[in-house]
Nanobody, 126 residues
């Protein structure tokens, strides 16, 4: 069966960096757009950004532009989220997601996601 397994979360101070990884299995990874979402307590799940099948196109939501970097390694079935200059408002459960249909990264929504990871917690203290 398909599995997406995130890792790399933790508790850090504001200004620190973290790198999240998501390893996929049970699917043809290069056929999927990959995205990162996050959900803070009491808030709706938010789209952070996505990367095209080839890795050549990447989209970020405005709140993380210039601080976060998404990349993928299709040979390793892995997508990454490098998070720099972390802020307390980045505190959330971070999920990776796989989307089979479509090409428009900016319009990636929860409803379009075929597979979700279990999430990894990121906590940023001030």
């Amino acid at each position: 069966q398909v599995q997406l397994v995130e890792s790399g979360g933790g508790v850090v101070q504001a200004g620190a960096s973290l790198r999240l990884s998501c390893v996929a299995s049970g699917l043809t990874f290069s056929n999927y757009l990959m995205g990162w979402f996050r959900q803070a307590p009491g808030k709706e799940r938010e789209f952070v950004g996505g990367i095209s099948r080839s890795g050549l196109s990447i989209y970020y939501t405005d709140s993380v532009k210039g601080r976060f970097t998404i990349s993928r390694d299709n040979a390793k079935n892995t997508v990454y989220l490098q998070m720099n200059s972390l802020k307390p408002e980045d505190t959330a459960l971070y999920y990776c997601a796989a989307v089979f249909r479509g090409t428009d990264l900016a319009s990636m929504t929860s409803g379009a996601v075929n597979y979700w990871g279990q999430g990894t917690q990121v906590t940023v203290s001030s």
